[in-house]
Antibody, heavy 122, light 107 residues
């Protein structure tokens, strides 16, 4: 069965970086993409970025460009999301989700990880 | 970026009643509109894709309609497990965007 297992909760200081991992199983990793979505406490969903499973293409939210990098390691079927220059308003649950592999088909997140809480606090 | 406005913010209904949720886009998204359900402490769940197609395993009481800028998610008869928050998302243009959500609560 398809599973996405994310790394554990993190506590970071303002200005630091965080890297969240998302290990996929139960499907051929390179034939799908991974989207990243975050949710601040008590708030709605915010799309952050997407990467194809073979690392060929990426796209990220403009308001995060320059601070977020999404990558994959196809040898371990793992996706990563790194967010730099953390601020207190980056405190959120970060989700990875299986998505489509081609840019024009992105936005169909059918399986989700369990979420990773990232807390930014001095 | 495309802004999605969901209404109402909260819908108070009883089990067995019909729920009608709205999502309006700031510009046309064609049929590239997706609906997710989220329960407290859980990840979102894909319900409807491309305006009207039920995802795998989604009960027939969930249906979606609309195109262009106006979309509707209908739950024909609410079951106890349907009380949750529902989000629409457009996948027509980068960046992908979500609506603010509609909470369906027990009256």
């Amino acid at each position: 069965q398809v599973q996405l297992v994310q790394s554990g909760a993190e506590v970071k200081k303002p200005g630091a970086s965080v890297k969240v991992s998302c290990k996929a199983s139960g499907y051929t990793f390179t034939t799908y993409g991974i989207s990243w979505v975050r949710q601040a406490p008590g708030q709605g969903l915010e799309w952050m970025g997407w990467i194809s499973g073979n690392n060929a293409k990426t796209n990220s939210a403009q308001n995060l460009q320059g601070r977020v990098t999404v990558t994959t390691d196809t040898s371990t079927s793992t996706a990563y999301m790194e967010l730099r220059s953390l601020r207190s308003d980056d405190t959120a649950v970060y989700y990875c989700a299986r998505d489509r592999v081609t840019p024009r088909d992105v936005g169909l997140s059918d399986y989700w990880g369990q979420g990773t809480l990232v807390t930014v606090s001095s | 970026e495309i802004v999605l406005t969901q209404s109402p913010a909260t819908l108070s209904l009883s089990p067995g009643e019909r729920a009608t949720l709205s999502c309006r886009a700031s510009q046309s998204v064609g049929s590239y509109l997706v609906w997710y359900q989220q329960k407290p402490g859980q990840a979102p769940r894909l319900l409807i894709y491309d305006a009207s197609n039920r995802a795998t395993g989604i009960p027939a009481r969930f249906s979606g309609s609309g195109s262009g800028t106006d979309f509707t998610l209908t739950i024909s008869s609410l079951e106890p497990e349907d009380f949750a928050v529902y989000y629409c998302q457009q996948r027509s243009n980068w960046p992908l965007t979500f609506g603010g959500g509609t909470k369906v609560e027990i009256k």
